[in-house]
């Protein structure tokens, strides 16, 4: 154990950071950049509320050695909509009531978002495959996969 | 309405929340801040024999360190049990409860100041299991001393009206069953998380994951003994309660005692296992039911003995236990009625209120039963229903006024929707419909604590900007409140919600709300707002009608105008805005609700009282496997009367998000303990449903336009869950035959009772 220096590159941009050899992304995100975005739902790889990109693929987290994410790209909630514009994933989560207390929501956005990159034709079945690893209390989901159903439907057009 | 009431409409919030810009309690963070972790009881119930924490307090980085004895005040949400301490004093009641706290530099060197505190303890008697704690102890064994009869019997509720038991030994239909529920609980997202900063100014702020901001103001006050004058208490964003923060909790209170102490802002998260050994849900219970019929099927009679497993504290469990009986008697007319409930004190975390407060369990129950029954008389369950109804108008035998109901429309419309008359009783085999109905509060007409203060009030802030404020201490937990007041303001004054802003939860500047439990907030808070906008507006045209030489009452607040109908006045907001407050300035209005005076005069008459009820029928269909045991629900068919839907995107959420919180109550969720140690404080062990798990559903919305309700509006947030599960439980039973009496139905009971077992 101890400290190592290393870069990430988060968001697009690279700096050098002092971290524990066994810290979790999560912790790196949250504690050292404040990038609080990124929720801990459990620290336990059981919610999915901690979901980043890595290389463009869903990670949780909280289950991601740091030191595992050095020369990869970090992409966090707060870049997936650039300015004013919500990514089409976000837009149909407001505007069809899929989030409440809004707490597994940007989980939800990094999970759905390379889903539907990758699944553009996905089924509302798969849709729900696709969500399993994110737990949400408040909707029952089915708002949830509306809107990712809708924003399908609006990104294969 | 020209407005945006009755219209669906995303939550005000809702961008902030989707791109992760919204600060919960967790994301807030202060400069030279301390982190606070805790050393937890390893024992069940003992007495602490020692406790030195001298290693702890030269640790590296440990700024301070407190036991029990310095926070001594014992506090709780109900002044009737103020039966807890911030952290144990001289004995420990469960496994996990608070025994020391660490502030310091860095998480890290908290947690190890807590490892290293030295402890030792000397185990008493346990009582794991109500029948442990019925049966008579010594004193020096009791859970709490103030418990009477040498026994751990917390509370015992009873009421009984017209002797129901003599009733059910003559009745021509009875029946006599007995149910078990597991306990389970709220398993919100967001881990509980406060941060508390003594000011510069001798005053206390406190920001907390907490749907009671009202009731931790008044406890932090007393424990602390700080004038509550002098303490600030804000909810920001929040990640689900569902009656989970709607006590004031120890780690609030110790988070804010090191703030004081230290002089420094402290912070405290826990983790997904602090969380769950806090719990504070929904009670383990057992329930045993005698229901009679007339030969008409007509109920006759409801009388029910109920033990509700309370663990180490009170918490709302006093409520709790007058709930399990009470708010049986709706939607049904029964005459005959009484039950007793019996909470005792366990040697495990506490139980205290989660969605539908003590009303789900006893609701599975009856709905069972009326199945029983209507198959013991051939007749459709649905029909039994109809049969029984309480009109709209009415007081129940113990007083409770029912003024709007909607029940028999809701059930109308899911018999209709599942077409249940050409398909109850005729599915193949292993393939069932099953039905029950609801009823709930729509805010419990007496606050916690008696006062003389309305149960909420709103202020409306008019600027020159033309911005409405409103101010409110009612707090969004999730379910929408923050929204519901913008489109009230933007309802009354005809303008759009981007001119109407919130300011909400906060004690030093909202005025009180009680809180977001027994879903009292758009009713109370509704009307309260609604009043408070109606008022800006008048004031608003007295200035307008006296400048420009018209009636007040015939200018109209439409479309960002306001006009008469011939037009001789036609202003902009903002022309409007500037001549109401040519010479005052801005200007606040206030709205408030008090709930009428309600119920009997007999002890116990004030449980259950609300200024209106919500109504519901739901209709599951399920599969069961017969080789596995498993139940697959396919379909949920909900109709719920919420009185008028302010937003029906958040009533529909709410419906939906409790057929999610059912149907893991009734298939899945359970906490279970071995020697009080819980077993499955993780997700991965006890089962929420996932996405996967989650069945088709059909809601509908109900209005029966309530009298007294902010545009006819009643709950919609807790009312849904009831139906669910025992619509689900009779679902079973048609499709298979068994009757499922304990819960979660898991498939090895599923099996055992296929195979002929009990």
């Given at each position: 154990m101890g400290l190592k220096q290393i870069e990430l590159t988060v968001n697009g941009f690279s700096s050098p950071f002092l971290v524990q050899s066994d810290e979790v992304l999560l912790f790196t995100l949250r504690e050292r950049l404040y990038l609080t975005g990124t929720k801990e739902g459990c620290n336990q790889g059981t919610c999915g509320s901690c979901t980043v990109l890595l290389d463009g693929k869903p990670v949780l987290s909280c289950m991601t050695p740091t030191l595992r994410c050095v020369g990869k790209k970090i992409i966090t909630i707060e870049n997936i909509s650039s300015g004013d514009t919500l990514h089409t994933v976000q837009k149909y989560l407001v505007e069809k009531g899929g989030l409440q207390c809004g707490f597994c929501t940007p989980g939800v956005v990094m999970t759905m978002v390379p889903f539907l990159e990758e699944n553009?034709?996905?089924?509302r079945e798969e849709i729900k495959e696709g969500l399993s690893g994110n737990l949400c209390r408040c909707t029952g989901y089915k708002k949830i996969i509306d809107a990712v159903e809708n924003a399908a439907e609006e990104m294969r057009s | 309405m020209s407005g945006p009431i009755g219209k669906p409409t995303p939550f005000i919030d809702a961008v902030q929340k989707v791109t992760g810009q919204a600060m919960y309690a967790g994301d807030y963070r202060m400069p030279n801040m301390l982190y606070v972790r805790f050393l937890r009881s390893t024992e069940s119930h003992a007495i602490i024999s020692k406790l030195d924490t001298s290693e702890a307090e030269s640790y590296p980085g440990v700024c301070a360190v407190v036991i029990g004895k310095e926070i001594p005040i014992s506090f709780g949400v109900l002044p009737i049990s103020p039966d807890e301490n911030a952290i144990a004093i001289d004995?420990?009641?469960?496994?996990?409860?608070?025994v020391a706290a660490v502030a310091a530099e860095t998480i890290e060197a908290a947690r190890e100041g807590a490892k290293i505190i030295q402890v030792e303890y000397e185990p008493i008697r346990l009582f794991l299991e109500p029948e442990d704690s019925l049966e008579t102890c010594a004193f020096h064994e009791q859970i709490h001393s103030h418990t009477k009869n040498g026994k751990n019997i917390h509370k015992t509720a009873e009421l009984r009206f017209n002797e129901p038991e003599k009733e059910i030994k003559t009745a021509a239909h009875v029946r006599r069953e007995k149910f078990k529920f597991a306990g389970v609980t709220h398993a919100f997202t967001e881990p509980h998380s406060t941060i508390a900063v003594w000011n510069g100014d001798d005053t206390l702020t406190v920001i907390s994951a907490t749907q009671v901001p009202h009731y931790l103001h008044r406890n932090l006050a007393k424990v602390l003994g700080l004038p509550m004058h002098s303490i600030q208490v804000k909810k920001p964003a929040l990640g689900g309660g569902f009656g989970g923060k709607s006590d004031p909790f120890p780690h609030e209170i110790i988070t804010a005692y090191m703030a004081m102490k230290t002089k420094r802002p402290v912070k405290c998260t826990f983790s997904r296992e602090e969380v769950f050994i806090t719990n504070h849900g929904r009670h383990p219970t057992e329930i045993d039911m005698s229901v009679s019929c007339d030969q008409n099927g007509k109920i006759t009679a409801l009388d029910t003995d109920i033990i509700i497993d309370g663990g180490a504290y009170g918490s709302f469990g006093v409520v709790t236990s007058y709930y399990n009986g009470v708010l049986l008697q709706g939607p049904y007319r029964i005459n005959k009625f009484g039950f007793r409930t019996r909470r005792v004190y366990t040697n495990k975390p506490q139980c205290g209120a989660m969605r539908g407060h003590g009303a789900v369990n006893p609701r599975y129950a009856v709905e069972v039963m009326l199945d029983m029954l209507a198959h013991d008389m051939n007749m459709d369950p649905c029909d039994l229903r109809i049969n029984n109804f309480l009109p709209e108008n009415t007081l129940t035998v113990g007083q409770l006024r029912i003024t709007s109901n909607g029940v028999r429309e809701c059930l109308d419309t899911v018999r209709m929707k599942c077409d249940w008359d050409n398909r109850y009783g005729k599915l193949p085999s292993g393939h069932g419909l099953g039905v029950a109905c609801g009823f709930f509060i729509s805010g419990s007409a007496l606050p916690i604590i008696w006062n003389r203060y309305p149960q909420t009030v709103v202020h409306a802030k008019l600027d020159f900007d033309g911005r409405i404020v409103m101010f409110s201490g009612a707090s969004d937990i999730g379910q929408g409140s923050d929204t519901v007041l913008v489109q009230i303001a933007a309802e009354e004054l005809g303008i759009t919600m981007g001119h109407v802003q919130v300011e909400v939860a906060d004690t030093k500047i909202t005025p009180v709300d009680l809180g977001s439990?027994?879903?009292r907030v758009t009713f109370m808070v509704g009307n309260a707002a609604k009043t408070a906008a109606t008022k800006v507006r008048e004031e608003m045209a007295k200035a307008i009608a006296k400048e420009k030489g018209v009636i007040a009452e015939n200018l109209i607040f439409n479309n960002c105008r306001i006009y008469t109908k011939d037009e001789t006045v036609d202003l902009s907001w903002e022309e409007g805005v500037e001549i109401a407050l040519a010479g005052r300035g801005a200007f606040v209005e206030s709205g408030y609700y008090i709930s009428p005076?309600?119920?009997?005069?007999?002890?116990?008459?004030?449980?259950?009282?609300?200024?209106a009820y919500s109504f519901g029928a739901f209709i599951s269909e399920v599969k069961v496997n017969p080789n596995t045991g498993e139940v697959n629900v396919i379909k949920i068919w909900g109709a719920h009367d919420c009185g008028k839907a302010l937003n029906p995107l958040s009533v529909e959420g709410q419906i939906e998000g409790s057929i999610h919180m059912g149907l893991g109550q009734a298939m899945s969720e359970e906490l279970r303990y071995k020697n009080g140690q819980q077993m499955n404080a993780n997700f991965f062990d006890y089962r929420i449903p996932s996405s996967l798990d989650t069945p088709d559903m059909d809601i509908t919305i109900i209005e029966?336009?309530?009298?007294?309700?902010?545009?006819?509006a009643k709950e919609a947030g807790e009312g849904p869950i009831h139906p669910v599960l025992p619509s689900i439980g009779n679902a079973i039973y048609d499709a298979v035959g068994i009757r499922m009496m304990e819960l979660p139905i898991t498939p090895d009971k599923v099996l055992s009772k296929l195979r002929g077992g009990e």
């Open positions: 553009p034709n996905a089924s | 004995k420990v009641r469960y496994k996990g409860e608070i439990y027994s879903s005076k309600l119920g009997g005069t007999f002890k116990g008459a004030g449980a259950g009282l609300s200024p029966s336009n309530d009298a007294e309700g902010p545009y006819g």
